[in-house]
């Protein structure tokens, strides 16, 4: 499959030479990282690392295409890609299938007719699968519905299905409007059983739940890595208060991956999240983990717009801040008022070197003690980087 879609231009290199390559572009473009500072980059599988598929739907009902497509608007097929776990390369023959099966028409995008735009699959470590129908009406849904028990018996681990409605032409992938095809409770989303390693003893559990509109890392093994880190990085963090909880806030927190890690004794940690369903998951995943309200909180809100000098609801300025934004960064006003707000440690974990650069160079009162690049996106230039930031 080697440039068949171009999505993996360093493909045909050895994985060490890319590795080295990917570290030494991260430490030119983070020049607030000392050099010293730079832990050795976490590397991944070469391949059936990815949980995800998120394939454009082409051709015809008869024949479809599933994969992407180019700028002439003819698909490429990449069902057979080895970058995705074995599930979701089991799964798409059946889909596609499927689509053949119900008469689900793919859109044209040059013509603008049609229904069936994407094809959106998610595997958990356990092997069950996500599925989303991303089309431009509700005229298959009935379809989808009554299909959906046979469907269930040809991919026995089928646990969620649901289709997203996008209407517009526009390059956008999802609509704002998700209709869930499965029905029994627990069934809206799809259980992500983690095991986060530790050196020198026995890993530990964490149990996250994925509504269908949340985001989750692409490569499920780097991630047990990331968050497995920054709960190590974090066990020296100490309380300004004697006798009082290690106050964590997790901004822009997601279905709760970094929360969740950090949770245990003597912490009380708050995530905050623009989305509500994955602010719902994480509050669902909580209380699976046996996690009290009073040890771990979650709000749906903007997280940029919060000022930890601020929150006195919450405790005050926090004893450690964790950031794990968008590509664009926590940005110039809520890197301002993290440096003024006399926050001790920050974890920052970002999937943009360059808008992390940016945001240290606004964050100047905290000096990088140390950072490590995960190697969550193989093959490319992308790079997930943690920086664990103190006050001196």
């Known amino acids: 499959m080697s440039g068949a879609c171009r999505s993996c231009p360093h493909q045909d290199l050895p994985v060490a030479e890319q590795l080295a390559a990917k570290q030494a572009r991260v430490a030119s473009l983070v020049d607030a990282v000392p050099s010293h500072a730079w832990l050795p980059p976490l590397p991944s599988a070469p391949t059936r690392f990815r949980n995800k598929a998120k394939m454009v739907v082409s051709g015809t009902s008869a024949h479809p295409v599933l994969g992407i497509l180019g700028a002439d608007g003819v698909g490429t097929d990449l069902r057979g890609c080895p970058l995705h776990v074995e599930e979701i390369e089991r799964?798409?023959?059946?889909?596609?299938?499927?689509?053949?099966?119900?008469?689900?028409?793919?859109?044209?995008v040059v013509g603008r007719r049609g229904e069936l735009k994407h094809l959106l699959v998610t595997a958990s470590p356990d092997g069950d699968l996500m599925v989303r129908w991303v089309l431009r009406s509700?005229?298959?849904?009935p379809r989808l519905r009554a299909d959906l028990p046979r469907l269930r018996r040809e991919l026995e681990t089928l646990a969620v299905?649901?289709?997203?409605?996008?209407?517009?032409?526009?390059?956008?992938i999802e609509g704002e409007e998700e209709v869930l095809l499965t029905q029994e409770p627990g069934a809206d989303r799809v259980l992500m059983r983690l095991r986060l390693p530790r050196e020198g003893g026995p890993g530990r559990e964490l149990t996250l739940l994925l509504p269908t509109r949340s985001f989750f890392q692409t490569n499920t093994t780097v991630a047990e890595h990331l968050y497995a880190t920054a709960s190590a990085w974090a066990e020296d963090v100490v309380p300004a208060r004697t006798g009082q909880p290690v106050r964590v806030w997790d901004l822009f927190c997601g279905v709760g991956g970094f929360a969740l890690a950090l949770a245990g004794p003597g912490r009380r940690v708050h995530g905050v999240e623009v989305s509500a369903p994955a602010i719902e998951g994480a509050?669902?995943?909580?209380?699976?983990?046996?996690?009290?309200?009073h040890e771990v909180s979650f709000e749906a809100g903007d997280a940029r717009v919060l000022d930890p000098a601020g929150a006195q609801a919450l405790g005050g300025v926090p004893d450690l801040l964790v950031v794990n934004p968008p590509r664009r960064g926590i940005g110039a006003d809520l890197a301002g008022r993290v440096a003024a707000s006399g926050v001790r440690r920050v974890l920052y974990s970002s999937c943009h070197p360059a808008s992390l650069a940016r945001d240290l160079g606004l964050m100047r009162p905290l000096r990088v003690r140390r950072a490590?690049?995960?190697d969550m996106f193989p093959h490319t230039d992308h790079a997930e980087v943690l920086v664990d930031l103190v006050r001196d």
């Open 91 to 108: 799964a798409l023959p059946v889909l596609a299938q499927t689509v053949t099966r119900l008469g689900l028409e793919p859109y044209d």
């Open 138 to 141: 509700h005229r298959h849904l």
């Open 161 to 172: 299905m649901s289709a997203n409605i996008q209407p517009v032409h526009q390059a956008v």
């Open 283 to 293: 509050r669902a995943a909580a209380a699976l983990m046996g996690l009290s309200a």
């Open 372 to 374: 490590q690049v995960f």
